[in-house]
């Protein structure tokens, strides 16, 4: 597998290696909406930050939009977070995320730290 979860009291860690591909991107974010812990969580760490070949189409993007909007009725709490020094990779996210139907506040990060602050910070503190 290209990627990994990190299961935390409040949230998780999803770190992804080398290439993201449609199928990878997908069980990762079905393996954390299906976990039982998920209707108590508070954050979603997406750590790209070993990804080299970043290789997700844009029909497995809607498809991840539809499932996050599943999963917020489940859980409407949860902040996700992307981390990423790939500049290329950061514009592709950024523009994901400020163009996209994401119902979750949402933010790109250059480290897990940075990250983890936010995500632990009140739930309606400006970004």
Known sequence: MGYG????RIGVVKKF?????????????EDVQNDPNF?????????????SDFEVTPPIIKAYF???????RVNDKVKIAFITQDRELEAQINTLVHT????????VFKSVSEARNWCKGPKFKNP
């Open 39 to 51: 209707g108590r969580i508070l954050f979603v760490i997406n750590d790209f930050s070993e990804v």
């Open 66 to 72: 539809a499932s996050v909007a599943d999963a917020y």
């Open 5 to 8: 979860l990190k299961w935390e």
């Open 100 to 107: 996209s139907p994401l119902p979750y506040r949402s933010r």
């Open 17 to 29: 290696a080398e290439q993201v591909n449609d199928a990878e991107f997908m069980a990762a974010t």
